[in-house]
Structure formats: structure tokens, C-alpha cells
């Protein structure tokens, strides 16, 4: 019987791990999708990241349901207990991760993009940084990896850097051109979206660290 049990469980946890690396999956795509959206005003690809949010949110909900029955039926504990509360956490951040995707993919309507002009070079650069972390982190989970996880973490600064870097170069644009405030405005909101993408790969990194680890990773100089 309690061979059975163990085997239940770690069929539980398979399955959990795989509905949050098929989240990861597409809340990467999202990213990347609506970045490119952005850099070529491509309004019809702008809506299918929007759309495809809705099987993010899914996901998430199956792992919701998953976690629940596996902490009534199995009672996990210790190790077991942070895997599952670990999958928990991690599904809700990857959730909004697909959020933030979906809200820059809105913005691309509202944009009069120039390929070639900095702030949106910049973005670019930006969006596939915030990518980078959240594509390394997922790998970090799906391998207990918490040299990855914290990696991840140390990479959030450089987001912060270009997000400060990209509010300077929007605000000047604004002032030297103010018919583009508009735009310049949406851009804005848009970077800060990036930024809390970068963010929430960190939180995830955090949780990989303490699942993996059961302590916390060592803090990183910073503000948030």
C-alpha cells in the first residue's frame, strides 16, 4: 500500500511538473510573440497573444486542482510538502507572466512603431532578457537546479538597468517631440510590463531555490 501511495505521488508530481513547463511553454511564446507584435506593428499576431492567454489561465487551474487533491489525498511532507506548495506558487506567477504578455500585446494598437527607432530597440533587447529568465528558470525547476535558480536572480538587475535606461530615453523623446507623447507613453508601460516579468522570473528562481534547497537564496542588491 505504501508503495502505491509513493507511486501515486510521484505520478502527481510528474503531472504537475508538466503542466507548468507546458505554461512556461507558452507563457515564453507570449513573450516573444508580443515583442515581435510590437517591433512590426502586427496587429492580428497582437491578438492571438491575447487570445492564447485563456489557456495560460487553464493551466493554472488544473494545477490548482492538482496541487489541492494531492495535499488532501497524499498529505505530503517536508521535501514533498515544498514540491507541491513550490508548484502552486510557481503556476500563479507563471500566470501573470502570460498577464503582462497579454497587456504588452494590447499596447500594439496604440503604437506608432519605427522599427528602427531606440526605445523600441531597446524593448527589444529588453523582452528577450526578461525571455532568457524566464525560460532558464523553468529549465531550473524542472531539474532542481539551484545554481540556475540563483543566476536567474542576480540576471533581474540588468532588467532594472534597462528599464531605467529606456524611462530616461522615453521621457527626452517626449519633451523633444511631443506629438509622439502618446505613443511614447504606451512604450513606457510596456517596458515597465517587461520589467515585472523580469521580476516575477526572480520570484519564481526564489521558489525553485527554497523547493530544491529548503533555504533561501542569498538576497541580491537591489530595491524590490
Known sequence: MTEHTVKAFDEDITRLRG?????????????QESLQALVNGDKVLAKQVAKRDKKIDAL???????????????????????EVIAAL???????????????????????E???????????????ELAAEMVH???TAYAARDPVT??????????????????FRNLVSYMVENPATISSAAQLLFIARNIERIGDHATNVAEMVHFAAT????PE????G
Request: hydrophobic share 45%; proline share 2%; no cysteine.
Open 60 to 82: 493554472e487551474s488544473e494545477v490548482d486542482k492538482l496541487a489541492v487533491r494531492v495535499i488532501a489525498l497524499r498529505a505530503p511532507m517536508a521535501d514533498d510538502l515544498r
Open 19 to 31: 503542466l507548468i513547463a507546458e505554461m512556461g511553454g507558452l507563457a515564453e511564446l507570449a513573450i
Open 113 to 127: 512603431v519605427r522599427t528602427n527607432s531606440e526605445p523600441v530597440t531597446l524593448l527589444s533587447a529588453m523582452g
Open 220 to 223: 541580491a542588491d537591489s530595491d
Open 136 to 138: 532558464d528558470v523553468l
Open 149 to 166: 535558480a540563483r543566476d536567474v536572480i542576480a540576471r533581474d538587475e540588468k532588467v532594472d538597468a534597462f528599464y531605467d535606461s529606456i
Open 89 to 111: 506558487k510557481i503556476a500563479g506567477v507563471v500566470e501573470r507572466i502570460g498577464d503582462y504578455s497579454k497587456n504588452i500585446a494590447k499596447r500594439v494598437g496604440k503604437v
Open 214 to 217: 529548503g533555504t533561501y537564496a
